[in-house]
């Protein structure tokens, strides 16, 4: 079974640097690659976009490097999804919804989807090419192997969305018996 847990990450101002660098390189990327297939002499399909990222965009933009290159690779499996809906929409006659532009500071985010490219070690989050590990708020809630990570920011903040495969998770297997309930009772009537 696959799991996600969602933990808030406190990164070093240089971590910071870094996540922000990740980010930004995968919304570039999708972008340029957009951009690129918007064309109307540029047909999608995913080799094709796979192609033009090895041969011109990791040599145009060299920055790229400085994060993991699943970072950017994986721009074009988001682009494809996207493509994919859209064609699927066309198809059957709906309103259609070409993929849009990636926006700075509006649903940040990149994924590591391959288990050799990060690491969950207690409270401590390992991403390739980050020279420290960044602390977790908390320790992984589910034993199993981790599959894939996303990192997000939202309103300043750090997200890891960590999915992980297990076997030993019952939902039913919840221990009931220290569950709280409060009810809030004010005597400060608005009437």
């Not at 240089?14 to 918007?38: P, T, W």
């Not at 809630?141 to 495969?165: P, W």
Request: one cysteine or more.
């Amino acid at each position: 079974m696959l799991l996600a847990h969602k933990i808030e990450l406190r990164p070093t101002p240089e971590q910071m640097v870094y996540l922000d660098k990740a980010c930004g390189s995968k919304r570039h990327c999708y972008n340029q690659l957009l951009a690129h297939f918007s064309k109307p002499e540029n047909k999608w399909s995913k080799n094709e976009a796979y192609q033009h990222y090895i041969n011109v965009l990791r040599k145009e933009f060299d920055w790229y490097n400085e994060v993991s290159s699943r970072v950017t690779r994986n721009a074009i499996d988001d682009l494809d999804t996207a493509f994919k809906h859209f064609f699927r929409r066309v198809k059957a006659k709906q309103k259609a919804g070409f993929p849009r532009f990636k926006k700075k500071d509006l649903r940040d985010s990149f994924a590591l989807r391959e288990s050799a490219k990060f690491d969950v070690i207690g409270c401590e989050l390992r991403i390739e090419k980050l020279k420290t590990k960044i602390e977790l708020r908390q320790p992984l809630r589910f034993q199993g192997i981790a599959k894939q990570v996303t990192i997000s920011k939202r309103a300043g903040k750090y997200f890891a969305a960590i999915l992980v495969e297990t076997e030993d998770y019952n939902p039913h297997d919840v221990d009931r018996q220290h569950s709280v309930g409060l009810i809030l009772v004010s005597n400060h009537l608005p009437f």
